[in-house]
């Protein structure tokens, strides 16, 4: 079964511009969640969706935004653009249900630089 | 506090046998899970412990004891390719959310 898709591979943005990225999860996994890796802070956790609901969200500024479509693909939106969010924004999707094999699948990533 | 503790480098040579710590502070968490991560590419799952004791796949093995705080994965029968960054992540209690390590960088030497 195809992996877990996002889009785009790599974007570079100017400083105050916003950016959406996009999730699309493996088919069956309701559950999306996102994750910013940088070197300093290492892999840090955004948001996580399921059913169109967000559970849980981390220590982001409200400049972070997510959402979740019924067909479970997710979206990211940053506004406001600083050079420190320069980092590779991770998505992670689970089946969401049972807790025997909790093993995330991540996405490829989006690489995102601010200039 | 909220953390998670690995060592930061970890050096083998190929075909030895190497285990990657990792110590936490909180004990209320629903499992401990590890994911390797190579340069430029996405993490991937390796193993899960939601109950102390000992979970095997392959060459890989992890552990975790709740009444010490520490976890650890265990590569067995090093390959170059094993050359990664390697991440504990706890789950939370609602299973909706994994903290991560910082990431044990392992360099297997021929």
């Known amino acids: 079964k195809a992996g877990v898709t996002q889009t785009p591979r790599y974007l570079i943005k100017t400083r105050g511009q916003q950016v959406t990225l996009s999730c699309s999860p493996i088919s069956g996994h309701r559950s999306v969640s996102w994750y910013q890796q940088t070197p300093g802070q290492g892999l840090q956790f955004l948001f996580e969706y399921f059913s169109e609901t967000q559970r849980n969200k981390g220590n982001f500024p409200g400049r972070f935004s997510g959402r979740q479509f019924s067909n479970s693909r997710s979206e990211m939106n940053v506004s406001t653009l600083e050079l420190g969010d320069s980092a590779l924004y991770l998505c992670?999707?689970?089946?969401?249900?049972?807790?025997?094999?909790?093993?995330?699948?991540f996405g490829s990533g989006t690489r995102l630089t601010v200039v | 506090g909220q953390s998670l503790e690995q060592p930061s480098e970890v050096t083998a040579v190929e075909g030895a046998i190497v285990q990657i710590n990792c110590t936490y502070q909180t004990s209320g968490f629903y499992g401990l899970s590890w994911y390797q991560q190579h340069d430029g590419g996405a993490p991937t799952f390796l193993s899960y412990n939601a109950l102390d004791g000992l979970e095997e796949t392959g060459r890989f093995s992890s552990f975790l004891s709740r009444s010490d705080s520490y976890g650890y994965l265990l590569l067995q029968e090093l390959q170059m390719k094993d050359s990664a960054s390697y991440f504990c992540?706890?789950?939370?209690?609602?299973?909706?959310?994994?903290?991560f390590g910082g990431g044990t960088r392992l360099m297997v030497k021929p």
């Open positions: 992670a999707t689970h089946e969401g249900r049972g807790r025997k094999n909790y093993g995330y699948t």
């Open positions: 992540a706890r789950l939370n209690n609602a299973g909706n959310m994994l903290t």
